[in-house]
């Protein structure tokens, strides 16, 4: 039977922006990701271009307009370029929403890429997805780094990686739990 951690908290705002300033946010990442070592991937999948990936259990998650929702213990929203790699060889990268699954090299200027399973990303989760049931791949570790990037090596040789890359303030990545707290990077202009 699942069980909710006990006394999990994350990081406040304003401590995410003096650890980036002071260098450390790596450190702060490594710490609180530190709940999904042995965690299995659950699954991966969006909507519009924030990309959403579930780690650990799924367990029942009832919100106020879903009382039979159903999401993994712990959940990451992504909002900045990102790629899951095995062996070295991208499976599947943020780029992959904006292209056309069957000619991501000729993708017309007015592909609509927000509709749901129309595109190269959406056609390659469901395959991962597939996958996931098979393999079922663990945390193996958690890496950050100072500008609020994050690896995350799992067994089976995959690798999910996060490069925040603007120059501006604004939400990058954040890790939380369904109904639960929740630790945001912020880029800090």
Do not use: K
């Amino acid at each position: 039977m699942f069980r909710m951690p006990e006394a999990i908290s994350f990081p406040s705002e304003d401590e995410v922006r003096a650890a980036w300033e002071g260098g450390t946010l790596g450190g702060l990442i490594e710490l609180h990701l530190g709940v999904l070592l042995d965690e299995p991937l659950a699954y991966i999948g969006r909507a519009a271009d924030l990309v959403w990936i579930g780690f650990g259990e799924v367990i029942h998650a009832p919100s106020q307009l879903d009382p039979d929702r159903r999401l993994a213990r712990y959940s990451l929203h992504v909002q900045c370029p990102f790629r899951v790699e095995a062996d070295g060889r991208t499976l599947l990268g943020s780029g992959d929403i904006y292209v056309h699954p069957d000619t991501p090299e000729d993708t017309p200027l007015d592909f609509d890429w927000d509709c749901q399973g129309e595109n190269l990303f959406d056609h390659r989760a469901v395959e991962f997805n597939e996958r996931l049931i098979l393999t079922t791949p663990r945390v193996a570790q958690i890496t950050g780094d100072a500008n609020g990037g994050l690896t995350v090596d799992l067994t089976g040789r995959l690798r999910l990686q996060l490069f925040p890359s603007t120059s501006y303030s604004g939400e990058s990545w954040r890790f939380f739990l369904p109904n639960g707290p929740h630790f945001v990077v912020l880029e800090v202009d």
